[in-house]
């Protein structure tokens, strides 16, 4: 069934990462998009790995688009970009600062063609101070935002995120929500606007808690190895044939963890009868724990754990993942059919509408619809020509 | 160009705790929605997070439930069912992390059916650890089991070492965001059909589509290469050294097959004009810098010079010959970024008679000026004021304990 944007359009004239990715989920919430790709290509069909020659990458940053594929420097290509922005209600883009004006998209000769259009403007690291006109990628801006500094072992000063993408995609969600605010207050105004999401705002919104702790009390975060900076016990314990991650938010699940490791001599101790005291002393709280749970099985401290409601988790590896019944019930991660690159698995939709669900859509192949499209466009021109001041 | 907020007249009815409820209740306020916070026995767990402010409040309890109004239910099930129903029958939006079990205990039953049929407006945002669905529907979770179930503690640490985790709340705020969205979506969509409907999230569920990446890169790759497919088998990744502090940069990417021209430069001003020679580097440095598949492995080629120069030297000529480059910045060092600052990343609002500083609303608007929002309300703060508002009589509620 259509998601809650179907009837809308998008057009998407971004690249990589932080801006496609925007694009689809507006797809998976039933827009259509259209995807302009520059006569190079996106570089993301060259990214490591490709699957039957195709980046994953772009597959999966580009599910539910249509592709096109227009050449900037060439005036007839260049407007019918901005014809096209005439016929949206999203446009997105994602050049270096400045790049777009002299593409002749840029929001001024937009807008003026379409003042009901939301104009998204993604940058590395905003559109003012001195690095307005920085480029910017995932991992440049795991070191600027701090996040990096937040990950280690404890007297270690900072590790980066080994798992690609994450700031980008960080990027696209915070874009994203943007984007369905000022829909909502088109609704109320009839007027679009312009949105402006950078990379580095989007980093920090993900470090929400840190960042608060570090504004409220003045001491910058750091790493603490698997453990949690405001709860304990929450943290990595070896097993005896691997590692279990529980944690304790509340006085229950405190009396449950005692329970599950036959210490209920522990919930009547003073050092850990709150957490602030259980975070004040957490070496005296693991001297006690470790040793206990490292005498046991991974799979007793489940059962031991779960039994009583006390939030507790194995790790996964892909293998494992892709299989595992809580994943595949509710499909988080489906697998798309491509017609050339065969099938690969994406990340499903974050959100199940009971009413409006939505769906996963395979990605286009690059400039394919490219016909189609100025076709549909010719056509709308001429339908709606002398009238289209409105 | 608006003269009211976005979500002017919108009420929020938010019954959860800690990250993800509360984070999504902050930034639809920021928006101009009057948000009520619903809590019973002792309240949200985020109240007991350290640090603290100099008023006792959890930083973090504050910075999630700033402009929030403050509402404890009464110990007796049927005071609570009361106050609680009445409130959420003149809701627009109800958010929770209590699953239906949770629901009927509070005296919302059918809440969470398709379209509640007692306020078919409403729309309700049901947050769960691992989903509504599947054997583990139900079942208790965290940020932390959502990162090892989702592999993302694969990914940082020492393969065969103890884990460790991200130390930012990855599942908690990306599950914020998108409820966020969807309470918007949501929205969107009434106006046009003049109905609510529930939209299910997950912390598991939130993480596994932000790793659409990975999953891809999985799939049925033609080649192991790179740290998409690699990256949970390699050592722990800190960054090329310089004389004082390590910095990350890249070359190539973006546009076609090659990318932009520019490596040769920069390695002709840093020292390094040996490497034009060497058949291990490509040309358009795409394969040895940034998450280039053979970045790792020549790393210590390029920090023989790095080391002789300080980090800014390096980021400057990266920056010069269009590359991209930083500094692995500390959040002290961040702050005072002049960048940081230009940009009003930081606002003051008020806490108590105190000022405390927060992040700012994450986009910014051409027409739209979403404002942050400052007071946390104690527990049952306003529990009287909403109460009256509903036309209850007052023993309906608990008396605020504060």
Request: charged content about 20%; some cysteine; aromatic content about 6%.
């Amino acid at each position: 069934m259509a998601g809650p944007l179907s009837g809308l359009r998008v057009v998407d004239v971004s690249i990589m990462a932080a801006g496609p990715w925007i694009g689809s989920l507006l797809g998976e919430l039933g827009a259509e998009v259209i995807k302009v790709e520059p006569p190079a290509g996106d570089g993301t069909r060259w990214v490591e790995p490709l699957q039957h020659g195709m980046g994953t990458n772009y597959m999966c940053l580009n599910v539910n688009k249509r592709g096109i594929t227009l050449d900037f420097k060439n005036p007839g290509d260049r407007n019918a970009a901005l014809d096209l922005t005439a016929t949206a209600d999203i446009f997105i883009q994602n050049f270096r600062g400045g790049v777009i004006d002299r593409l002749g998209l840029g929001y001024a000769a937009v807008v003026a063609r379409n003042p009901r259009i939301i104009y998204c403007s993604v940058s590395g690291f905003g559109e003012a101070g001195p690095l307005r006109n920085e480029a910017c990628a995932d991992f440049i801006m795991q070191a600027y935002s701090g996040f990096a500094r937040l990950n280690g072992e404890p007297g270690e000063a900072l590790e980066a995120f080994r798992f690609t993408g994450f700031i980008d995609l960080t990027t696209s969600i915070v874009a994203t929500e943007g984007i369905l605010a000022a829909l909502v207050e088109r609704e109320n105004t009839g007027k679009g606007q312009k949105l402006e999401v950078s990379m580095l705002q989007a980093a920090l919104e993900m470090q929400f808690p840190r960042i608060a702790e570090m504004l409220g009390s003045g001491e910058a975060p750091r790493p603490h190895g698997s453990a949690s900076a405001i709860l304990a016990p929450d943290r990595g314990y070896t097993t005896l044939d691997g590692e279990v991650f529980v944690t304790v938010h509340t006085p229950a699940e405190w009396h449950g963890f005692c329970a599950a490791i036959e210490r209920p001599d522990l919930a009547a101790d003073a050092r850990f009868d709150s957490n602030p005291q259980r975070v004040a002393n957490r070496e005296a709280l693991d001297a006690v724990v470790a040793p206990l749970i490292a005498a046991r099985p991974s799979i007793w401290w489940m059962r031991a754990f779960q039994r009583r409601k006390v939030p507790c988790a194995l790790s996964h590896n892909f293998e494992q993942l892709r299989y595992h019944a809580q994943i595949r019930d509710n499909g988080m991660a489906p697998v798309v059919h491509t017609r050339d690159w065969g099938d690969v698995v994406v990340g499903g939709l974050p959100w199940h509408f009971s009413a409006t669900p939505g769906e996963v859509l395979p990605p286009p192949i690059p400039g394919a619809d490219t016909a189609a499209v100025l076709e549909e466009l010719a056509r709308h021109k001429a339908a709606t020509s002398g009238v289209e001041s409105a | 160009m608006s003269a009211r907020p976005v979500l002017k007249g919108i009420t929020v009815v938010e019954a959860a705790s800690g990250l993800a409820g509360p984070m999504a209740g902050c930034r639809l306020a920021d928006l101009g929605a009057n948000v009520v916070k619903v809590e019973w026995d002792d309240g949200d767990w985020m109240r007991q997070c350290p640090p603290f402010l100099k008023d006792r409040t959890s930083a973090d309890f504050f910075a999630l439930n700033r402009g929030k109004r403050g509402v404890l239910l009464g110990a007796e099930p049927k005071q609570r069912a009361a106050l609680l129903r009445r409130l959420v029958e003149t809701a627009d939006v109800f958010i929770t992390d209590q699953d239906s079990d949770g629901l009927a205990a509070l005296g919302l039953e059918g809440a969470d059916a398709e379209t509640c049929a007692w306020n078919p407006r409403l729309i309700v945002a049901q947050i769960s650890a691992l989903g509504r669905e599947g054997p583990l529907a139900g079942m208790p979770g965290s940020e932390l089991g959502a990162q090892a179930m989702a592999g993302y503690t694969r990914y940082v640490g020492t393969l065969g070492k103890q884990s460790i985790r991200l130390g930012a709340d990855v599942a908690g705020a990306s599950t914020a965001i998108f409820t966020t969205q969807a309470v918007l979506a949501a929205l969107f969509s009434r106006r046009r059909t003049g109905r609510g409907q529930r939209v299910d999230l997950s912390l598991l569920n939130s993480l596994v589509a932000m790793k659409t990446v990975h999953l891809a890169a999985q799939s049925d790759p033609d080649s192991f290469e790179g740290p998409r497919v690699g990256g949970a088998y390699d050592p722990p990744e800190r960054g090329w050294k310089t004389a004082d502090a390590p910095i990350t940069f890249a070359f190539g990417g973006a546009v076609g097959a090659e990318g932009r021209p520019g490596w040769t430069q920069f390695v002709e001003a840093v020292g390094l004009s040996r490497l034009l020679e060497d058949p291990r580097f490509d040309k358009t440095g795409r394969m040895t810098t940034g998450l280039g598949p053979k970045a790792r492995e020549l790393k210590g080629e390029y920090e023989a010079e790095f080391t002789k120069r300080p980090s800014a030297e390096v980021i400057a000529q990266v920056r010069k010959f269009g590359g991209f480059a930083s500094a692995y910045l500390s959040h002290d060092q961040l702050l005072d970024e002049p960048q940081v600052q230009a940009l009003e990343i930081v606002r003051d609002v008020p806490q108590g008679d105190a000022t405390v500083r927060v992040l700012d609303f994450p986009v910014k608007f051409s027409g739209s000026k979403p404002e942050v929002q400052g007071q946390a309300p104690r527990l049952g703060e306003h529990t009287q004021d909403v109460t009256r508002e509903l036309g209850l009589a007052e023993e309906t509620a608990a008396r605020s304990r504060a």
